[in-house]
């Protein structure tokens, strides 16, 4: 989820606690317990830093080991031996508990997005994105909202929030059956569809659609039942030559290969550089596929400039690319 959607429900934990009658009992454990809740909910997005350096780190990295399983024990422990020596005098014991559940909420509903997370780790390092809810979720976001709201006008903050979170469960259902039921759609429209990539977006009605067959790449859009094909791509394998070997071992083209589920391949002759393109169809926006990898190589192989991650316009890309060389 966004961050402010993580803040949000940092303070919807922190108020859900006071139905733990230990949390309940002093000032000093609801606050202590409360600021906990709100850390442990943005936690684990720390590695969000790593665009710092660039974004192959970002990509390959971000929502990995951070959201593991190993990290949530991690994240938990130290937010709440940091709360304890900002209140001392807290119980300890239900401050990790409630620190347990902001960090496992987090890497939890971070599963639900298109981007999905490494939660597996190290059981297994499969990205784990099931699609159903948007990055930012207008409706989980506002009935957080109005549950803070509630509580700053004196009602009861764990009644509120664990009736909230009730709603919040049928919603995620709810996206379920509408996530299959597009699935479906897929299907009839294309029975031969050997991965079927269903996205939820910003409207509650309308759906990404990324779909691989046999021999074709298709990418579209559905509203409710109803399915819009607007590109339909030539399956390719990339081909085994000396060009894509190179290719793959830049960096940023790496971090997109390990990244990508869905992707096709450009190849272009210039004058002085071959350039190489891996282009991500899960994200096609106003006709345009703006999760990139793109390299650019010598005659002779070596790498003279490369980029991967989210660019909406040639210019722009060119101008990045410009930046990497420089």
Same mark, same amino acid.
């Given at each position: 989820?966004?961050?402010?959607? $993580?803040?949000?429900?940092?303070?919807?934990?922190?108020?859900?606690?006071?139905?733990? =009658?230990?949390?309940?009992?002093?000032?000093?454990?609801?606050?202590?317990?409360?600021?906990?809740?709100?850390?442990?909910?943005?936690?684990?997005?720390?590695?969000?830093?790593?665009? /710092?350096?660039?974004?192959?780190?970002?990509? *390959?990295? $971000?929502?990995?080991?951070?959201?593991?399983?190993?990290?949530?024990?991690? #994240?938990?422990?130290?937010?709440?031996?940091?709360?304890?020596?900002?209140?001392?005098?807290?119980?300890?014991?239900?401050?990790?508990?409630?620190?347990?559940?902001?960090?496992?909420?987090?890497?939890?509903?971070?599963?639900?997005?298109?981007?999905?997370? !490494?939660?597996?780790?190290?059981?297994?390092?499969?990205?784990?994105?099931?699609?159903?809810?948007?990055?930012?979720?207008?409706?989980?976001?506002?009935?957080? %909202?109005?549950?803070?709201?509630? #509580?700053?006008?004196?009602?009861?903050?764990?009644?509120?929030?664990? %009736?909230?979170?009730?709603?919040?469960?049928?919603?995620?259902?709810?996206?379920? %059956?509408?996530? !299959?039921?597009? *699935?479906?759609?897929?299907?009839?429209?294309?029975?031969?569809?050997? *991965?079927?990539?269903?996205?939820?977006?910003?409207?509650?009605?309308? #759906?990404?659609?990324?779909?691989?067959?046999?021999?074709?790449?298709?990418?579209?859009?559905?509203?409710?039942?109803?399915?819009?094909?607007?590109?339909?791509?030539?399956?390719?394998?990339? =081909?085994?030559?000396?060009?894509? *070997?190179?290719?793959?071992?830049?960096?940023?083209?790496?971090?997109?290969?390990?990244?990508?589920?869905?992707?096709?391949?450009?190849?272009?002759?210039?004058?002085?550089?071959?350039?190489?393109?891996?282009?991500?169809?899960?994200?096609?926006?106003?006709? $345009?596929?703006?999760?990139?990898? &793109?390299?650019? /190589?010598?005659?002779?192989?070596?790498? &003279?400039?490369?980029?991967?991650? #989210?660019?909406?316009?040639?210019?722009? /890309?060119?101008?990045?690319?410009? %930046?990497?060389?420089?």
């Amino acid at each position: 989820m966004d961050t402010a959607t $993580h803040v949000v429900m940092g303070f919807a934990i922190g108020g859900l606690a006071t139905l733990d =009658p230990v949390v309940a009992e002093t000032t000093v454990n609801s606050q202590s317990v409360l600021v906990a809740a709100i850390i442990g909910s943005q936690i684990p997005d720390i590695d969000t830093f790593l665009k /710092l350096r660039n974004n192959a780190v970002y990509i *390959r990295n $971000h929502r990995g080991i951070t959201h593991s399983l190993p990290a949530v024990l991690f #994240w938990s422990i130290l937010v709440a031996f940091f709360v304890n020596l900002i209140f001392p005098g807290s119980n300890l014991a239900h401050l990790w508990i409630w620190s347990l559940v902001a960090v496992s909420l987090h890497v939890f509903v971070d599963i639900f997005n298109a981007y999905g997370t !490494q939660a597996l780790r190290p059981l297994s390092s499969k990205w784990v994105a099931l699609g159903m809810i948007n990055t930012f979720d207008p409706y989980i976001f506002g009935i957080h %909202v109005v549950g803070i709201v509630i #509580w700053l006008l004196g009602g009861d903050p764990g009644y509120t929030f664990l %009736v909230m979170y009730v709603v919040i469960a049928f919603y995620y259902i709810l996206r379920y %059956v509408m996530q !299959q039921m597009v *699935r479906s759609a897929v299907l009839k429209t294309l029975p031969d569809a050997d *991965r079927i990539i269903v996205a939820s977006t910003m409207y509650f009605n309308q #759906w990404r659609i990324a779909v691989t067959t046999k021999d074709h790449y298709y990418v579209g859009r559905a509203y409710r039942r109803s399915l819009t094909i607007f590109d339909k791509f030539k399956r390719i394998p990339v =081909p085994d030559t000396e060009i894509f *070997r190179a290719a793959k071992k830049d960096k940023n083209v790496s971090a997109f290969l390990s990244f990508s589920p869905i992707y096709r391949w450009e190849v272009k002759r210039h004058e002085d550089f071959t350039e190489v393109r891996f282009i991500d169809l899960r994200y096609r926006s106003n006709g $345009h596929y703006p999760f990139v990898a &793109i390299v650019k /190589l010598t005659d002779d192989l070596e790498i &003279i400039t490369s980029y991967t991650g #989210w660019v909406y316009s040639e210019e722009k /890309l060119r101008k990045k690319l410009r %930046v990497a060389t420089d």
